[in-house]
C-alpha cells in the first residue's frame, strides 16, 4: 500500500501522477499533507511530479454576493478552493480573516 498525493478543488481526489483511484492505496490531497515526513510512504511517480513543481501557487479572493471566494491556482489548475459565507460569521470582517486564515494554511505569506 501506497499513498498517492492528491488534487483538491474541482478536481478532488485525482493522484498527481495520473494514476487510476483504487482500493489498495491510500489517498492524501497534497497541500495538506506532510510530504517531507511521509516520503518513504509516498507513490514514487507522485514524488517526482510535486518535486518537480518550481511553478509559484497564486492566490485569490474574490468578492461574491453573499461572501467571498477564494483559491489557489498552481500553474493554471486550481488545487484548493473555497468559498465564506458572511452570514456564518459575526460580521464580514471576521469572515474576512477567515478568508485570510484560509489562505495562509494554503501557503499564502
Not at 478532488?12 to 517531507?36: E, L
Not at 501557487?57 to 461574491?64: D, I, L, Q, S, W
Request: charge should be negative.
Amino acid at each position: 500500500m501506497m499513498i498517492h498525493l492528491t488534487l483538491t478543488g474541482p478536481m478532488a481526489g485525482a493522484p498527481i501522477c495520473g494514476d487510476h483511484r483504487n482500493d489498495a492505496d491510500r489517498y492524501a490531497h497534497a497541500v495538506y499533507t506532510d510530504v517531507d515526513g511521509l516520503r518513504d510512504k509516498i507513490c514514487p511517480a507522485c514524488l517526482a511530479v510535486w518535486d518537480d513543481c518550481d511553478v509559484q501557487p497564486e492566490y485569490h479572493v474574490e468578492e461574491t454576493m453573499f461572501g467571498y471566494h477564494a483559491w489557489v491556482d498552481c500553474d493554471g489548475i486550481t488545487v484548493a478552493t473555497e468559498h465564506f459565507v458572511i452570514s456564518d460569521y459575526a460580521n464580514a470582517a471576521d469572515c474576512y480573516d477567515a478568508v485570510d486564515a484560509w489562505l495562509k494554511k494554503q501557503g499564502s505569506e
